[in-house]
């Protein structure tokens, strides 16, 4: 479901991505790296915010160069970026309407999937509050619930148990786990924790923007672990 | 509905645009399609978001609508944790409140400081055009009416305006589609307030071209920014665009600014701010804006695509 060859990213200058090679189907994917290391910019090359210097990139066996094939990738495609803001007069519920919308879902399908996903997260009881009245770690779950409202077939999400209570990060694993029976989810966080051990099946290790690690989570702890992979900051 | 009231299937069931009949949508949602027909119907239901979604809307019409909710709550509850409340049963058709469509939740953004500085504008126009009782801030107003939606647009949804631009960026709706709604939705606010300050604004008995006018000045630089923002991202458009609008403003007015007022009027600034909307609104000038409008219009067309490209801004 994604794959890159030799992909390689440039801003201003310095080199952020180096030569990735990626593989990856169904299922979830730790992506790790320490700050810096060039994660959430390969999030926004395979999210198509962003587009590669170098190499080729296919998501969803579709290439986002060409106009037909990003709109395909973008119907079917989850992103939470580790930034994001909502609009303060929105509701929740037309927050989510308004993702379902820019993901071109049909309008019969909005209101049922709006409300799935906000059950996904817990956010039920919220749908008529707005965003602006929420804390820091519902609006993470606003974010995740955006993300999954089209129930992408390639789901990427950059730090998204930020701010969630161990509650609500339990919830979040479920949720995880069942998309990942049937799309590709990629996850990135800095740290070696337990959103990692408790959904992903492999983890991809970058560090400096190349890729340092790629494999099952045993066979990273055989090499050492996490921590021989990248050096203390 | 029994087999053999189901017509055939189109024998182009799987060329682009050929969608399932309305006979076999109701069959394979009844569960009562004929087998050797099921595969061809599958395969089409695989591939057309149409035909899916007949099917679905007819299931959920259908005996198996009502367990199919069940079974769908109860998932929800299980994958969320949280019992899910009963839906209530449904309030009768008098009582149901229209539900607005989609892209209606697209317009709300709409920075209401934007919205209440062109209110300003014109309120202070009106003042000013009352209290000096001279037709020059009518003329100012309408000749900077043209820049002053696409300053709002870019305002209230450009750059880091847009909190959701990220995620905006990487969906289907997130590039042209979007921009024009959001524009159109800016023009419908100040179109009419700008028409309406200018009607209030005293015009001195001067021959003034009317209010609508204006509209296809304000139509080619609105085209124009959005055709630059292609290039640009919205705000540099827009600050472009102004720029321009207020050069071609200089340079229609600096042969007037050395020749004597005109007769009947002694104000050497209305004269000028006059002169400039003769020559902008004759003949000349308004077949000018419309040939190159549809100029514009047809360049937005070809690089529609460009608004969603991949690092688009």
Partial sequence: MIRTERLCVRRRGALVLDSVDLRLGPGVHALLGPNGSGKSTLLRVLATAAGPTEGAVTLLGRDPRVPAQRLEIRRRLGYLPQEFG?????????????????????????????????????????????????????KQRVGIAQAVVNSPELLLLDEPTVGLDPGQRARFHTLVRELGRTSCVLLSTHLMAEDVYDVCEDATVLVGGRVAFHGTLAALDSAGGYDALVPPE | MTEHHIPPAPATLRAAGAHLPAGWVCAYALGRLAEDRRDDAEDHLLRCAHCADAVDDAVRRGPYGARLDDLHRSLMDRVSGVPHPRPAPAPSSSARRPVPPPWLSATQGLRLSWLAAVACVCGLGVLFGRLSESPAPRLTLLLLAPVLPVLCVAGSYGGRADPFAEVTRTTPAGGLRILLLRTAQILVVCVPLLT????????????SYTSASWLLPCLTVTLATLLLSSYLGSWAAALTTGVGWL????????????????????????????????????????????LVSAVLAELLVLRRHDFSRLGAR
């Fill in chain 1, 86 to 138: 909502l609009f303060p007069r929105y509701t929740v519920r037309d927050f989510l309407v308004y993702a379902a919308w820019l993901r071109d879902m049909p309008g019969g399908r909005i209101d049922r999937a709006v409300e799935a996903s906000a059950a996904r997260v817990g956010l039920t009881e919220r749908l008529g509050h707005r965003t602006k009245t929420l804390s820091g770690g519902m």
């Fill in chain 2, 196 to 207: 309406g300050a200018a009607a209030l604004m005293p015009r001195d008995g001067l021959p």
């Fill in chain 2, 247 to 290: 050069t071609l403003m200089y340079v229609l007015a600096e042969p007037l600014l050395g020749q004597p007022a005109a007769a009947g009027s002694d104000d050497r600034v209305v004269h000028v701010l006059e002169g400039i909307q003769l020559k902008l609104l004759d003949v000349v000038g308004t077949t000018v804006f419309a």
